[in-house]
């Protein structure tokens, strides 16, 4: 079957993925994102969350529309050099408070609009923001991205038991979807105090950690919570270059610099 030019030219296809929602997968979607755009890649991030698309806000980017070419929708761009391309549902909506009221057929039809008919171009990587769970996106996703060969999905979590037991159905959704499991990340993982740069487990800690070793995934690491990150969100403002000495830049970089390695040991193996 010959590849749709959508996905023709992009190297690598990350999901980003979690149980239950709340904890964050989005933020870390456009802070992944972002750290491998820092990293010298090329990255499209593609929201598929289509009832709750956050990313256009995350990323400063609500308000923009998206236009349409021979070779089908361009994404929005974050920056000038275009090294970030951007796509949600959010830019279609006539209105940020308009709801997607949308049965799964019709989902369905999106996300695979979304993998066929953007043009990216050429990427280094592909981010995949997805909703929480297991329903019709995430079925119409790995559907659409399987003839694409993606890398594999990042499952994030928080480190209390009520997120642990929703992040155990994702892994095994992905076991039974055949996806290749990139790692698990643990998100509010403590409290970054914003005078002293302490960090506190306010809630259980190690979860995570705890989790990978019993279901043997990779570890990615941790992020801990911190204020001036929310506050960057919100506004959508790049907190990289607001905040470099963070100690979630550190976590985030180090994500990035796991999944390039990871994936670039990959493309050595399939290449000899």
């Given at each position: ?8 030219n992009?190297?690598h ?68 050099g ?17 709801p ?49 060969e ?123």
């Amino acid at each position: 079957m010959e590849t749709p030019t959508g996905m023709k030219n992009v190297k690598h296809k990350i999901l980003v993925l979690s149980g239950k929602g709340g904890v964050g997968k989005s933020t870390v979607a456009c802070q992944l994102a972002q750290a491998l755009v820092r990293s010298g890649q090329k990255v499209g991030l593609l929201d598929i969350d289509l009832c709750g698309p956050s990313i256009p806000r995350l990323i400063g980017l609500q308000g923009k529309d998206v236009k349409k070419s021979s070779e089908g929708w361009v994404p929005v761009y974050v920056d000038a050099g275009q090294r970030l391309a951007v796509m949600s549902i959010g830019f279609l909506l006539p209105e940020p408070d308009a709801p997607v009221i949308w049965r799964g057929p019709k989902k369905t039809a999106m996300v695979k609009q979304f993998i066929d008919e953007v043009a990216w171009g050429a990427l280094d990587y592909l981010v995949i923001d997805t909703p929480p769970g297991t329903s019709d996106e995430h079925l119409a996703i790995v559907d659409a991205l399987r003839q694409h060969e993606p890398d594999g999905a990042v499952l994030v979590t928080t480190p209390q038991h009520v997120s642990l037991i929703d992040v155990r159905k994702e892994i095994s959704f992905c076991r039974k979807m055949h996806v290749p499991l990139l790692g698990l990340l643990e998100n509010m993982s403590g409290f970054v105090c914003p005078h002293c740069a302490e960090c506190t487990n306010i809630f259980s800690s190690q979860g995570g950690a705890r989790l990978a070793l019993e279901l043997q995934v990779p570890f990615l690491g941790r992020i801990p919570i911190d204020r001036q990150l929310a506050e960057c969100a919100d506004r959508g403002a790049n907190f990289a270059e607001r905040f470099p000495e963070s100690p979630s830049i550190g976590a985030i970089s180090s994500l990035a610099s796991a999944l390039v390695s990871s994936s670039s040991t990959s493309s050595s193996s399939s290449s000899s």
